[in-house]
């Protein structure tokens, strides 16, 4: 087993994991990642889900905690929640789509949620999120890491290239596909 209910959590002292949700597999890899509740010291609502990565042959980690500090976002930004997750594989790790807290470190319904992902050196990284820039229009919503209805499990919206591909609304109903790489 990668992890187990009541296991301790790496990285986190004092916790152990209470639950887990649907893991993702890297095709033709034996990299895992998944999102799991936690439980113990110091873990309360707020704090006590995350998403866990172990890259072929490495230490399972946790790459993001709700209530931590998400990469590319003012100081004060923190994570409430995460809503899916994918594992390209390649040289990259999970890409994930998560929602902020309001408030603190700027953020505010417009730009509350986004995409991150593990880049080829094992960095977590802010791909793109709600309010950011694409040519001349600012992101209102967007679409991705979406299941395709009748297809459970198939992979969608990620290549083996580490691209992402999803589609952004803009303001007056404008819209683009957008591909990003996960350098």
Known sequence: PVARVSDPVPEISGASFKAFLDPVLAPGAASVAFPAALRGEGVRAGNDRAIFYQPEGAPLRAIAREGGQPPGTLAGAKWKSFTSLALPGGSTGPVFRATLAR???GVKAGNDAGVWGVDSAGTLRLLFREGDPVGEETVKTFTVLNAVRGSAGVTRSFNHAALVAWRAG??????????TSVP
């Open 103 to 105: 408030g603190a470190g």
């Open 170 to 179: 803009f303001a007056a109903g404008a819209s683009a596909i957008v591909v």
